[in-house]
């Protein structure tokens, strides 16, 4: 795609997005929201469908949880895509997967353009087959300069392979000289991650009734709010996706602190990276 088609692609989107309308709530709203989007094979199976039927209809409720978010004003939006563990699925499945991934990718420009969204891949995303990653990398970088909600693919990722990546990196750079061990802290190993930029999701959701948190975002999830829908990745809409963001707003942030009269925070652990945080 040429310079002058990608301007032109963000100058209509810009042009046609819609006005961010915050839902009434009486709490908090999350700013970031990550997804482990499951049971797309179970409620194909459940239809007597194959599981890729499943996950080709798990896009649409991609689509619509992306578009549902950044016309609410949320700031991050992060999608568990594809697991490390995903690989050791059956051959067949994989490569659907892949070609269904570039499928989304080029067949949703449109719709992340016309939300001013921008796109961004985490994980071990040397991984992906060559024409998956080029599709990836064409779709970051014509979203590059939007301006609203940031969607972010887990692909290829695992939080334990993360943490491997990121102390290999440190310990590298230790070896070399480049930092001092003794410096080493916290926020160290933050930076060192995949995206350290991006705060720490506020609700994490899962889809179709499961307790686990499936190797996903362990160091950033830390305090994050924990909402579990009984609804397949597939039946997961605007409907499910309220329920959630509800949820969310009826509950009080401590992040290890204690509260006084009128919700002050004291012994306040902090929240990370995000400093303008508010309790509600």
Known sequence: MNQGAKTSGREQGRKRRSAIVRPEL???????IAIIMDGNGRWAQERGKRRIFGHRSGID???????????????????YAFSVENWKRPRPE????????????VGERRTLMEND????????????????????RSTEELTRNNKGMLLRLALS?????ELADAVRDIATDAKSGRLDPASIDEETLRSYLYDPTTPDPDLLIRTAGEMRLSNFLLWQVSYSELYVSDACWPEFREEELMRAIRAYA???????ALLEKGGARTEAMGPGPRDDFTLG
Request: proline share 4%; glycine share 8%.
């Open 26 to 32: 009486e709490g908090a709203f999350p700013e970031h």
């Open 117 to 136: 969204v921008r796109l961004r891949g985490i994980g071990r995303l040397d991984d992906l087959p060559e024409p998956a990653l080029d599709e990836l």
């Open 157 to 161: 990722y695992g939080s334990r392979a």
């Open 250 to 256: 009826s509950r009080v942030r401590k992040f290890g």
């Open 61 to 79: 409720s991609v689509r619509e949880a992306t578009t549902n978010c950044a016309r609410m004003g949320v700031k991050s939006l992060t999608l």
């Open 94 to 105: 994989v490569r659907y997967l892949m070609r269904l991934l570039r499928h989304f990718l």
